[in-house]
């Protein structure tokens, strides 16, 4: 089988590391041709697709490759991918498994409840509608015979350099509280496993949600990670005080549990780290945040 990978980003970087000698051939696009240098020692064929260049081999690789895992984020006005290969990837005449790495953030509010693949999107954000629209352009081209489309909504993504113990390290975690807030998170070792069910699924590709089994307070998430390291936790601050950006104001404004029983029942995933505390203690011993 042969891998390409728009956007070789946290998720897809350890997803090639992890599951990449399955595949003979793996290859992805940077942003930038310094990225690309910086990718050389990963043995990843690396082009740079950009605004502002597009290696021109990337169509070879995309036509030749059996496996296409998208995570680059839509633009404004435009998904940067379906507008310079979707056409392509749609006319093309060869079986192809299609990942696209979207979010649970299509759900929208759900003020608290459990949401499922069944629930209907209500984005209530510009970048939520984009990744909807995205989703939808995707699994337009996934009713191709020839084409399997899987969908990956992922929650809050943490792991191996990305935690609550790095940023207490950092000095830059808070312990934000709004009464009833809960977030939903899901470790990329997870996430990987994700993806290789969905390559290894015999049946039509879907939407699944990729979290895990416990939506939690974000501030319980920082007293547990700092009750790991021997540390205080930082005080608590009420949302309306903490001074968030309009980007973390955006994501309190959404409360939700997502739910991950159609991504056990029909990919067959086992989470490596159901909770957060798993998670954070595995995290620990690793070393992050010492």
């Not at 496996?67 to 006005?77: A, D, E, F, Q």
């Not at 390559?199 to 939407?207: E, L, R, S, T, Y």
Request: aromatic share 8%.
């Amino acid at each position: 089988m042969r891998l390409f990978a728009f956007g070789l980003g946290y998720c897809a970087r350890h997803f090639i590391a992890r599951s990449g000698s399955s595949f003979d051939a793996r290859a992805g696009t940077v942003r930038a041709p310094a990225k690309a240098e910086e990718l050389a020692s990963e043995n990843i064929e690396t082009f740079v697709f950009g605004p502002e260049h597009e290696d021109a081999a990337i169509a070879e690789r995309v036509a030749s490759a059996d496996v296409i895992l998208v995570s680059v984020p839509p633009g404004v006005s435009a998904d940067p991918v379906l507008a310079r290969f979707g056409h392509r990837i749609d006319r093309l005449r060869r079986h192809q498994t299609i990942i696209y790495l979207s979010t649970i953030g299509v759900y929208g509010d759900a003020r608290g409840e459990w949401v499922d693949e069944k629930t209907i999107p209500a984005p209530s954000s510009e970048r939520a509608l984009a990744r909807l629209t995205v989703e939808k352009s995707w699994a337009a081209i996934g009713k191709e015979s020839d084409k399997k489309v899987y969908i990956l909504r992922l929650a809050g993504i943490y792991g191996p350099g990305r935690s609550a113990l790095v940023n207490l390290k950092a000095g830059t975690a808070k312990r934000v509280v709004k009464r009833g807030q809960v977030f939903n998170r899901i470790h990329v070792e997870d996430i990987c496993r994700a993806i290789d069910a969905a390559i290894a699924h015999k049946g039509p590709g879907d939407v699944f949600n990729v979290s895990d089994d416990a939506p939690a307070p974000p501030q319980d998430v920082i007293t547990y990670a700092a009750m790991l390291m021997g540390i205080e936790p930082p005080p608590e601050q009420d949302v309306e005080a903490a001074g968030l950006s309009p980007l973390a104001r955006s994501f309190y404004a959404e409360n939700k549990r997502a739910s991950n029983r159609k991504l056990k029942d029909e990919l067959g995933v086992k989470l490596a780290f159901p909770t957060y505390r798993v998670g954070l203690e595995a995290l620990w011993e690793a070393g992050d945040g010492r």
